[in-house]
């Protein structure tokens, strides 16, 4: 598992990447969408970048629990609760 630190700067990288390439859609944007979309992919053990996502809100929402002082009362998950997510996690990679 990649450090919290790390693996929190992918998604932001990721979630600004996608933006900027659904905005400019050149090349470039596309290659550094495609080179941290593998990051995040290989430090999660995922395979997509919405399954990445979803890993690594899972395992960041964990980190945080691991730091809070002992004793301190966290609230459970709901029952079928789903992790929130943003319009630009769900945001297609190409352009329309």
């Known amino acids: ?21 659904a905005e400019k859609g050149t090349p470039e944007s596309r290659r550094r969408l ?16 919405e399954e990445a996502l979803t890993r690594a809100h899972e395992q960041l929402a964990r980190a945080l629990t691991a730091t809070v002082e002992p004793g301190a009362v966290t609230p459970a998950p709901a029952v ?3 992790s929130a997510r943003t319009a630009a996690d769900r945001a297609p990679l190409e352009p329309a």
């Not at 450090?3 to 390439?21: D, G, K, S, Y």
């Not at 495609?34 to 970048?49: A, I, K, N, Q």
């Open 1 to 21: 598992m990649a450090h919290p630190a790390i693996l929190r700067n992918l998604v932001e990288q990721f979630q600004t990447l996608r933006l900027l390439h």
């Open 80 to 82: 079928g609760a789903r």
């Open 34 to 49: 495609e080179d941290v979309t593998y990051t995040l992919c290989v430090s999660t053990g995922t395979r997509t970048p």
